[in-house]
């Protein structure tokens, strides 16, 4: 985990609603990561970024949202589009030779 | 495109006894390969990685791994299983397109008993 928290530990999402998760870093990274993990499955990329003020997709970023305003900080919205949210949620970070550290993950659960 | 299949998704063994963990990987480029173990409701944390240095990498732990490129393997190893090790394990392998890919494996549990 070291300098990567994530909150909040377990996030409860109604139907219909917008729920965000918070991803905040003090390794000086400039790379950060939204992971999703289901379980028996390895994780699969949402978004990424690179920079401030950029953000690219990943493999399944169909009904998440993401903004990195901050060096430190990477929050992902989880929209109401995303019609089976209950996951794992993973952030990451990675400050050059290709290593990513993850925080210690946010588990979203649908009521 | 890269791949990783780790060949068990569940191993157990006893506590004092060796550890050997399967990874299988594919990849059009010169890839880096890490293992990370994950506890319970935890983040992941790095255990090794390779990165075309020394085929034979040693991480925390007791653990190590060796680089077989004409087998495409990287084997998760631990001479002497601990209560503590029990977890999961993944193999994933990263290509650098100007951000690191990661591609992860389905995970390998591992099972330790007294």
């Known amino acids: 985990d070291g300098g990567i928290t994530q909150s909040p530990k377990y996030l409860f999402r109604k139907e219909g609603q917008n729920v965000t998760l918070s991803c905040e870093q003090n390794l000086n990274h400039d790379a950060m990561y939204w992971y999703r993990q289901d379980p028996g499955q390895g994780l699969r990329l949402i978004y990424y970024?690179?920079?401030?003020?950029?953000?690219q997709k990943g493999d399944i970023a169909e009904g998440y949202s993401v903004s990195r305003e901050k060096k430190e900080s990477f929050p992902l919205t989880v929209t109401s589009a995303q019609k089976n949210p209950t996951a794992f949620y993973l952030c990451?970070?990675?400050?050059?030779?290709?290593?990513?550290?993850f925080g210690p993950g946010t588990r979203l659960l649908v009521l | 495109a890269q791949s990783v299949t780790q060949l068990d998704s569940h191993v157990s063994v006893s506590e004092g006894t060796p550890v050997l963990l399967r990874c299988n990987y594919s990849s059009s480029y010169s890839p880096s390969l890490f293992w990370y173990v994950q506890h319970p409701n935890k983040g992941l944390q790095l255990l090794l990685k390779?990165?075309?240095?020394?085929?034979l990498v040693k991480g925390i732990n007791g653990f190590e791994a060796e680089f077989k490129k004409s087998e495409t393997s990287f084997h998760l190893t631990k001479p002497s299983a601990h209560m503590s090790d029990a977890a999961e394990y993944f193999c994933?392998?990263?290509?650098?397109?100007?951000?690191?890919?990661?591609?992860f494996g389905k995970g390998t549990m591992l099972l330790v008993s007294p």
């Open positions: 994933v392998v990263s290509v650098w397109r100007g951000y690191s890919t990661l591609t």
């Open positions: 990451a970070t990675e400050g050059g030779g290709e290593t990513q550290y």
């Open positions: 390779y990165t075309s240095a020394a085929t």
């Open positions: 970024s690179q920079i401030v003020n950029d953000f």
